[in-house]
């Protein structure tokens, strides 16, 4: 049980302590948290019954989920002095979505202008090249096309260009196909728009730069370590956290027991695909905060049989509903990439939820060309 290998190990002068989370009987995670040791006494029942007798701890702050998002916010919290915790189901980092993506740096044209969504892009995209070059992190900057193959697709195409523009983008240019297919000679198409600020990464050696300055400024990584929901106290969200090993042998029907409550003064909830659904199962956190969410899965299809890679640049087709269409991407070694379809999923399972493993959320084929 979790809750018997808490072990208050070392309190110093500030009040901070280190304590051992046990997710399993052969390893052992020291976290390192403000105030960890001080039982919390509550003035009023906790919100579920469950977690009435269950040991409670403090903690500063909270990121639920180690994928790129989960680890970047850790880290910048560590930077700014804080006393971080990340909580993550999979036994390491970025085990979700975040290594199941076209590795694709966006230079921020479809959003809508003046949105969050645009003014992060941009902003995200110019500091992400900067870190990438600052910290030797395997990046390119290779460049996209977003090609109209019929004329009647070139008046979306403008628009896009023209949104491309509101939004800050630098050095958007249209071609015509004939420039297009001098720049990539299997490419057909009658006009095409050129994002040469659009690139590629490396996801996995991103996040582990950024797992590594986090746990430089003290944030301590729990793995195999599950939060299954909370529930509000006045002020206070208290989270319900148990072993992942235990949610794995549970049959979806019984009540789930928390082995831990932490009490923490800032909770980041960061389990990408499992984000609303956790978010749901804070009890007193009003439902209308929670957006909806619409679940598809896409299918990459690897090209294989080639030792040189016939594209050079990303090339992109005319937006459709539900994402950017079936579109052609590059990694770092040249490997050409087509997808992702898209296929609507109704509904995803509990335990699917808790342990973010979405096994629909994508596929991969090869096919010989």
């Not at 009647?152 to 509101?166: T, V, Y």
Request: a positive charge; glycine letters at 8%.
């Amino acid at each position: 049980m979790l809750k018997n290998g808490i072990e208050c190990l070392v309190r110093n002068r500030n009040s901070k302590a280190i304590i051992t989370l046990s997710s399993s009987s052969s390893r052992r995670r020291c976290i390192a948290l403000r105030n960890l040791c001080s039982k919390t006494q509550t003035q009023k029942e906790a919100a579920t019954s469950t977690a009435r007798t269950v040991p409670r701890e403090r903690a500063e702050c909270v990121v639920i989920g180690a994928g790129v998002v989960g680890v970047a916010v850790a880290r910048e919290l560590a930077l700014r002095g804080k006393q971080v915790l990340v909580l993550d189901s999979a036994p390491t980092f970025g085990t979700g979505t975040s290594s199941r993506n076209s590795e694709v740096i966006h230079a921020g044209i479809y959003y809508p202008p003046n949105s969050l969504k645009a003014i992060l892009c941009v902003r995200g995209r110019e500091m992400l090249y900067k870190y990438c070059y600052e910290h030797d992190i395997p990046h390119k900057q290779i460049g996209k096309l977003i090609v109209a193959t019929r004329t009647s697709e070139i008046p979306k195409l403008i628009d896009i260009m023209n949104r491309g523009i509101q939004n800050g983008v630098d050095g958007l240019r249209m071609i015509e196909g004939s420039e297009a297919k001098r720049m990539e000679p299997e490419l057909q198409c009658v006009k095409a728009l050129l994002s040469p600020v659009s690139g590629i990464v490396d996801t996995h050696s991103l996040m582990l730069s950024l797992v590594g300055e986090a746990e430089n400024h003290r944030t301590t990584f729990s793995y195999n370590t599950t939060v299954i929901g909370a529930h509000l106290e006045g002020n206070n969200i208290c989270l319900h956290v148990s072993e992942t090993k235990h949610l794995e042998e549970w049959n979806g029907r019984c009540l789930l027991h928390p082995e831990l409550v932490l009490i923490p003064e800032l909770v980041v909830n960061s389990t990408g695909l499992s984000a609303l659904a956790l978010a749901k199962r804070f009890d007193g956190l009003h439902s209308g905060v929670v957006p909806s969410e619409y679940y598809a899965r896409g299918c990459y299809f690897t090209l294989s049989n080639t030792r040189i890679s016939p594209f050079k640049h990303l090339i992109y087709p005319i937006p459709e509903d539900g994402g950017l269409g079936v579109h052609v991407t590059l990694d770092l070694d040249g490997q050409v990439k087509f997808g992702p379809d898209v296929e609507w999923i109704e509904g995803i399972d509990d335990i699917s939820n808790f342990l973010n493993r979405m096994k629909r959320e994508l596929c991969a084929f090869k096919c010989s060309c």
